[in-house]
T-cell receptor, first 117, second 114 residues
Framework: DAMVIQNPRYQVTQFGKPVTLSCSQT?????MYWYQQKSSQAPKLLFH???????NEADTPDNFQSRRPNTSFCFLDIRSPGLGDAAMYLC????????????????FGDGTRLSIL | DAKTTQPPSMDCAEGRAANLPCNHS???????VYWYRQIHSQGPQYIIH???NNETNEMASLIITEDRKSSTLILPHATLRDTAVYYC???????????????FGQGTTLQVKP
């Protein structure tokens, strides 16, 4: 059974029209991550939530925002999508560090592929 | 920036062992070596990780050199379904403000052939 669920798998939006991607998890992990993966490139971390604490990567554009209303759900909001934002968006979760060590793997969803018209 | 170096592509015959190398010469003592793979149109899948000892699970074995500057992921009997991009990642073990984030490099595209 899928443990990190991303909906929808494919999303089409218009240039400049706000779009929201969703992620839910059944693992009760306290850390949730959003990655962007452009065609033929490796995933790139945008930001993450450690419980309710939001942590933005330094080079993540302001156009990207996130919300986490509860442990199970996390949303990625793109306020004004440009053509360059077309990509696969991946959500991942992990447990808190155990014994002070980050030795718990991240679990990924299958992503939402976003297209911009 | 990614702290690992991997060959961009490798081929392997079906049923044979696939040995995927990774260099991480600047790894520090508090960093784990993680391996993930990504099959086309899917999210990355965790395979295995280790600190300094060799590790084995149902998917693969991880061999880490004594100086920890390189490692090898071994798929003992590769199948066509193992065709994927394999990522070797070093991940900070702990530390103030550390988020346990993964920084992906370009990975190795493994093609398993019949």
């Amino acid at each position: 059974d899928a443990m990190v669920i991303q909906n929808p798998r494919y999303q089409v939006t218009q240039f400049g029209k706000p779009v929201t991607l969703s992620c839910s998890q059944t693992l009760n992990h306290n850390v949730m991550y959003w990655y962007q993966q452009k065609s033929s490139q490796a995933p790139k971390l945008l930001f993450h939530y450690y419980d309710k604490d939001f942590n933005n990567e330094a080079d993540t554009p302001d156009n990207f925002q996130s919300r986490r209303p509860n442990t199970s759900f996390c949303f990625l909001d793109i306020r004004s999508p440009g053509l360059g934002d077309a990509a696969m968006y991946l959500c991942a979760t992990s447990r808190d560090h155990v014994g002070g060590n980050w030795n718990q793997p991240q679990h990924f969803g299958d992503g939402t592929r976003l297209s911009i018209l | 920036d990614a702290k690992t170096t991997q060959p961009p592509s490798m081929d392997c015959a079906e049923g044979r062992a696939a040995n995927l190398p990774c260099n991480h010469s600047t790894i520090s003592g508090n960093e784990y070596v993680y391996w993930y793979r990504q099959i086309h149109s899917q999210g990355p899948q965790y395979i295995i990780h280790g600190l300094k000892n060799n590790e084995t699970n149902e998917m693969a074995s991880l061999i880490i050199t004594e100086d920890r500057k390189s490692s090898t992921l071994i798929l003992p009997h590769a199948t066509l379904r193992d065709t994927a991009v394999y990522y070797c990642i070093v991940r900070a073990k702990h530390g103030s403000g550390n988020t346990g984030k993964l920084i992906f490099g370009q990975g190795t595209t493994l093609q398993v052939k019949p």
